[in-house]
């Protein structure tokens, strides 16, 4: 059984940076793809950027050049550093781990929801205008 715990989320001013963490249970993490997703309020989920078993990195358009996603595999542990954030992205923060891979990863597959069996509790960021 996964079990993902989110940390790092806060409240930043525009323009401001946080780093969120996502640390796994379970015997499968080097074997998944890991992603960050968000949902605003009365919004729908969507992805951020996700991170493949090699370490290759994924991002969306919004946020590419400012956020920077990375793994541990040691660690389990997988983190995003956010930079010129603006109020916009007030969110929760969701990190979530894909089924096991045995195919190469795509941004497609990283950024489906249905790629992903397991989802930590979320993680409130909050950006200040």
């Known amino acids: 059984q996964v079990q993902l715990v989110e940390s790092g989320g806060g409240l930043v001013q525009a323009g401001g940076s946080l780093r969120l963490s996502c640390t796994a249970s379970?015997?499968?993490?080097?074997?998944?793809?890991m992603g960050w997703f968000r949902q605003a309020p009365g919004k729908e989920r969507e992805f951020v950027a996700g991170?493949?078993?090699?370490?290759?990195?994924y991002y969306a358009d919004s946020v590419k050049g400012r956020f920077t996603v990375s793994r541990d595999n040691a660690k389990k542990m997988v983190s995003m550093q956010m930079g010129s954030l603006q109020p916009d992205e007030t969110a929760v923060y969701y990190c979530?781990?894909?089924?096991?891979?045995?195919?190469?990863?795509?941004?497609?597959?990283?950024?489906?929801?249905?790629?992903?069996?397991?989802w930590g509790q979320g993680t409130q960021v909050t950006v200040s205008s």
């Open positions: 379970g015997r499968t993490f080097n074997d998944a793809a």
């Open positions: 979530g781990q894909t089924r096991r891979v045995a195919f190469f990863e795509t941004f497609d597959y990283l950024a489906s929801q249905e790629s992903y069996v397991a």
């Open positions: 991170v493949d078993r090699s370490g290759g990195t």
